[in-house]
């Protein structure tokens, strides 16, 4: 049965992305890059539940998740933006095929398309803490600049790589246009590592054909699917 959970807490990361802290149901464990679902106990939307990815890591007294809000059509998504602390919502977990698989053949490429960077968050978060994210390179796709979820935090960690490339606007210090082949091969040195991918299903097809056609092995590929 999924567990019970109280909203402590919200704050506004971008325009149409927030940050939400959950109380931790007693037993509730998980693995940095693994999802579950949520679903917001208020009539009309309790068997409307959604997969969202921890960002909080393991040893956290709380659940943390960062979510995107589409606000286009009335979903899951602007309910939750609706929320204040106090709400309930249930928890159904852990799940997902998205996790570190090491450094063994280098430090790993992580590329992301707007939320899809959630699960990448605690993943580069535990690498950050443990001292072991040298190397690491994470491109991130987004359409503006005010689009890119928690750039800040990315800029300061010692020891990632971070391109970021938007589609829709020209903006210094970032590539404009999409993540491309060319774009990879400029900015990736070495194919023979872990390359993690999550984002809109065109993006993560796009990507896997792409790295392919680059050299990249089939199991280096490492995405929620699982392929």
């Known amino acids: 049965m999924p567990d019970k959970s109280v909203l ?42 959604r997969p969202f990815t921890f960002v909080s890591m393991p040893s956290d007294p709380d659940l943390e998740f960062v979510i995107k809000s589409y606000r286009d059509h009335d979903g899951v998504t602007e309910q939750l933006a609706l929320l204040e602390p106090g709400a309930e919502v249930t ?48 491109i991130f796709s987004n359409k503006t600049a005010k689009d890119i979820i928690l750039r800040g935090q990315w800029e300061a960690m010692q020891g990632l790589r971070t391109v970021f490339a938007v589609s829709d606007e020209k903006a210094d210090g970032l590539h404009f246009g999409r993540v491309d082949k060319t774009l990879l091969a400029k900015e990736i040195s070495s194919f023979d590592q872990k390359f993690y991918l999550c984002g809109p299903e065109g993006f993560v097809d796009a990507m896997r054909d792409t790295l392919k056609e680059l050299g990249v092995k089939h199991g280096d590929i490492i995405t929620e699917d699982g392929w």
């Open 91 to 138: 928890i159904d977990g852990p799940f997902g095929a998205i996790e570190d698989q090491g450094q063994e053949q280098g430090p790993g490429v992580f590329l992301a398309a707007g939320a899809g960077i959630t699960p990448f968050i605690p993943i580069l978060k535990k690498r950050d803490l443990d001292g072991t994210l040298d190397g690491t390179t994470l």
């Open 8 to 49: 402590k807490a919200k704050s506004a990361l971008t325009h149409d992305t927030n940050h939400y802290v959950f109380s931790r149901p007693d037993g509730m464990q998980f693995e940095p890059g693994q999802a579950a679902e949520l679903a917001i106990q208020k009539d009309g939307w309790k068997d409307a539940g």
